[in-house]
């Protein structure tokens, strides 16, 4: 039996506008070979730091931009690629932008806005999981 040795936060926001939706690479995730594009966002880095915060700084830091969120949507957990025996929490909001995106240096290679209706191949499990969820709730 394989031991659980972690298990991290992950809170971002879902900025979609006219059916298409925003989505990034980060650096750390780069792979020349399997790049995958994600909703941007990251780990809460402290216990005063509630799952809202973190959307809004991640949304600052990896595309400079300001986001109102509006509510939330669905958390996915799932095990994470690139610790084993470790477990992810992607908590999801979807949110309002403000100023144009921008890439980051250090921070991101990519971000684009793709329609909701036909993601990208190369994005990650949660993406679908959660557009397919809210496309779903509208219905």
Known sequence: MDTL???IIVAGPVIIEDNKVLLD???KFNDAESPFFMFPGGKLISLDETPEQACI???KEELGIDIEILRPLKTVVTKRPDVAEAWAVLIHFLARRTGEPTLQKNKTVEFGWFDIHDLPKNCTQN?????EAHLNEKI
Do not use: L, P, Q
């Not at 993406?127 to 557009?131: F, G, K, R, S, Y």
């Open 5 to 7: 040795k972690d298990i």
């Open 25 to 27: 690479r980060e650096i």
């Open 57 to 59: 700084r991640e949304a």
């Open 127 to 131: 993406v679908a999981e959660v557009i």
